[in-house]
């Protein structure tokens, strides 16, 4: 969803990429959210950070707690950036409706949206 947002709203600015501790595949949930705020991800492919180890960074923004206890090193010295979000799925597993499901993944894509609109600035500031 953060590629997808960045790429949508910054695309002129800012080139991003997005990439996990482990590919899982597209989230369907994540691609319904966010083709109904009118990114379409669908074309997106789950990657691992190993993938992206030979681009060369200015920042890296980690979205996850488990990617900032497990990044790895990235050539040129980024500068990096943490901001902690829910994580849909699993916050999924204990909802009681599908519903309830997507209304997770909703939040957290409002979230990451506010977050991608003040990277410009934040980015500058790092």
């Given at each position: 969803m953060a590629e997808?947002?960045?790429?949508?709203?910054?695309?002129?600015?800012?080139?991003a990429?997005?990439?996990?501790?482990?590919?899982?595949?597209l989230n369907p949930n994540a691609v319904q959210v966010m083709a109904e705020?009118?990114?379409?991800?669908?074309?997106?492919q789950s990657k691992v950070l190993g993938s992206l180890k030979d681009i060369n960074f200015d920042h890296v923004v980690r979205v996850c707690g488990r990617a900032n206890d497990h990044c790895l090193a990235f050539s040129g010295h980024p500068k990096l950036m943490h901001v902690?979000?829910?994580d849909p799925p699993a916050l999924a597993r204990n909802a009681?409706?599908?519903?309830?499901?997507?209304g997770h993944y909703r939040r957290v894509r409002d979230e990451i949206k506010a977050l991608v609109l003040t990277l410009p600035d934040a980015l500058l500031r790092s």
């Open positions: 997808g947002w960045t790429r949508s709203l910054l695309g002129d600015v800012i080139e990429y997005s990439a996990g501790i482990e590919a899982h595949g705020a009118g990114v379409d991800i669908a074309h997106h902690s979000f829910d009681r409706s599908p519903q309830e499901v997507l």
